[in-house]
């Protein structure tokens, strides 16, 4: 068993188990607000009624008109809505430095929208998770089969991190399940456990392995392999084996968050806290309007014991039969 594998596990396990209260938080607005992320501590079928429990759908509409407008305010189509500089003194580069910055931004403007990026899918489900949890976990990577970059966004549920002294994020941790053929598709059989490997061989492709991706600070882990800032680690968590550890320029995930509080590294939702109570209280009167008008067309029935001789037919038009002396 690898030490640094065991380590970096019982760090993840208690990341995740202290981040339990706020999932639950997470699943009851999710509830009124995302429905179809409402998965915080339970599981859903991809063809269940997830808004089958709401009264009305008012909370989620509103909900998903101002994600949608995130995106076409901050991220316009056809429009470079981000500029390279340099730094704070970008005001007295030279006329070729800020040529090569232009230059720069259309390249990555290129990249960031090229077709295999999945930027625009990711960044969309990032701006829902914004604006309902206070947060998101976009990760940026490099595709493994092609020069292009690749932008996922992950559901917070699956996702722990952690802050430094200075109120830096220093450790992500991200839960991942991918089927067993997957991840020799990816990392090769040499990389993997033999027990992994041989659940391969066995015919058992598609059973899911326990992965956990740890990106953390080299100065916590201890790197000395080189001078990346940043250790990326593909974690097999049920045999404490170490997948993949190589180095990081960046920190791989960007998690923006919304407003914070202090003594916790996650975002929280004003918009989303504040109008928790409401959405439960137009849920309460929505089913009290409904209840009363069932009642007022459907009404509660009275009748003498015996005195009927069939069904009762209630719909319209109906006809009951009952004996003479009622």
Known sequence: MHS????????????FQDKMPLDLRNQEIARHF?????TFTTQADIGEDWAGHLMTGYPALVQRDLGNAIGSILRPRGQSWFHGRAGRDGDDASHDAKAWLEFATKLQYNAMYDTKTNFARATKEGDMDFLAFGGCAISVDVNRKGPNLVYRCWHLRDCAWSEDTYGQINAVHRNWKPACSELIKAFGRDALHPNVVKMYDEGKKANQVNVRHVVISAEDYDWKKS???????YLDVDNAHVIEE??????????????????????????????????????????????????????????VSEAVRGDLNVFPGGFTSVDAEY
């Open 34 to 38: 995302y429905p179809q992320r409402a």
């Open 4 to 15: 640094d594998a065991k380590a970096l596990r019982e760090m993840g396990s208690k990341l």
């Open 246 to 303: 190589v180095g990081s320029w960046t920190r791989r995930y960007v998690l923006p968050r919304w407003s914070t509080i202090s003594g916790s590294a996650y975002g929280i939702s004003p918009a989303a806290v504040v109008a928790l109570p409401d959405a439960r209280l137009i849920q309460a009167m929505t089913l009290t309007l409904l209840d009363a008008g069932e009642r007022a067309a459907n009404p509660p029935l009275i009748g």
């Open 227 to 233: 001078r990346h800032p940043w250790v990326s680690l």
